[in-house]
Nanobody, 115 residues
Framework: QVQLVESGGGLVQPGGSLNLSCAAS????????MGWYRQTPGKERELVAV???????KYVDSVKGRFTISRDNAKNTVYLHMASLKSEDTAVYYC?????????WGQGTQVTVSS
């Protein structure tokens, strides 16, 4: 079983930056990919960025060039660096780990972009 704990959310002004962290513990050897999703009230959760075991990355078009996903294998942690933030980036951000036949979610962290 994998457990995920996110941190780093908060309030930031438009144009600012914020870093999210997701620490994984438990059966991490079975993880094939990790990603960040976000969700706003009344909308479905959407994929923001994902990083594979081979360090390949994928981003939703709306964040390309502004967000960067990375990981530190020694710390079993995945990061999401968010820059040039916009009000439409406001959401609850969830970390996700993909295992064979299962998706594991963190508890979510609120990111609010507002002046």
């Amino acid at each position: 079983q994998v457990q995920l704990v996110e941190s780093g959310g908060g309030l930031v002004q438009p144009g600012g930056s914020l870093n999210l962290s997701c620490a994984a513990s438990g059966s991490i050897f079975s993880i094939t990919a990790m990603g960040w999703y976000r969700q706003t009230p009344g909308k479905e959760r959407e994929l923001v960025a994902v990083i594979g075991r081979d360090d390949s990355t994928k981003y939703v078009d709306s964040v390309k060039g502004r967000f960067t996903i990375s990981r530190d294998n020694a710390k079993n942690t995945v990061y999401l660096h968010m820059a040039s933030l916009k009000s439409e980036d406001t959401a609850v951000y969830y970390c996700n780990a993909k295992q064979p036949g299962e998706l594991v979610w963190g508890q979510g962290t609120q990111v609010t972009v507002s002046s």
